[in-house]
């Protein structure tokens, strides 16, 4: 079981629809929790960080955590074409260590 | 805006070749990091350094090693490269802290014949 799972994808929305992104988590130890947006051919870059359960909202994004389930999602509401891209989870150990998910590939048709 | 330069994008080279990664950062960040990125694999963390001339194995250390005299600069060495180590290879810098926002270089892309 990798650390930190994601479904790959490619997750298909229409423009203007919600996008739901899910990671899961295996280390209990882990307190935060990171989305990096990674456009094809770039480097990855930090969309938004959560430390406690609950929601996180920013923008058109919200992030939610749920220690007890070991459970992250990203949600993108009115999703637009530009959004298109892969969407990397990752969690910070307690060590210091940043630990990725494989990333879902994310496609928002016009 | 935080700066990682990553000295090449592109290279190619022979099995059993040295090869250098050269990676520099210009906020006076503590903290330094090298991945290396694999279709279906994601990211996953080679090395880190928290500071001049130390430096922890992540969780694919074998096969490499790296270098960090100056604090801005981090290198990663392929002592003897092998075909399974063909891969975008991207350096991160971060403030101390153990925070996880990382800045990262836009990568080099090895290619090992």
């Known amino acids: 079981q990798k650390e930190v799972e994601q479904n790959s994808g490619p997750l298909s929305v229409p423009e203007g629809a919600i996008a739901s992104l899910n990671c899961t988590y295996s280390?209990?130890?882990?307190?935060?929790f990171f989305w990096y947006r990674q456009y094809s051919g770039k480097s990855p870059e930090l969309i938004m960080s959560?430390?406690?359960?609950g929601d996180k909202e920013d923008g058109r994004f919200t992030a939610q955590l749920n220690k007890a389930s070991q459970y992250v999602s990203l949600l993108i509401r009115d999703s637009q074409p530009s959004d298109s891209a892969t969407y990397l989870c990752a969690a910070l150990r307690n060590t210091g260590k940043l630990i990725f998910g494989q990333g879902t590939t994310l496609q928002v048709k016009p | 805006d935080v700066k990682v330069t990553q000295s090449s994008r592109y290279l190619v080279k022979r099995t059993g070749e040295k090869v250098f990664l050269e990676c520099v950062q210009d906020?006076?960040?503590?903290?330094m990091f090298w991945y290396r990125q694999d279709p279906g694999l994601g990211l996953r963390l080679i090395y880190f350094s928290y500071d001049v001339k130390m430096k922890e194995k992540g969780d694919i250390p074998e096969g490499y090693s790296v270098s960090r005299e100056k604090k801005e600069r981090f290198s990663l060495i392929l002592e003897s490269a092998s075909t399974n180590q063909t891969s975008m290879y991207l350096c991160?810098?971060?403030?101390?802290?153990?925070?996880?926002?990382?800045?990262f270089g836009e990568g080099s892309r090895l290619t090992v014949l």
């Open positions: 959560i430390y406690s359960n």
């Open positions: 991160a810098s971060s403030y101390p802290g153990g925070s996880g926002e990382l800045f």
């Open positions: 280390d209990r130890g882990s307190q935060s």
């Open positions: 906020m006076d960040h503590e903290n």
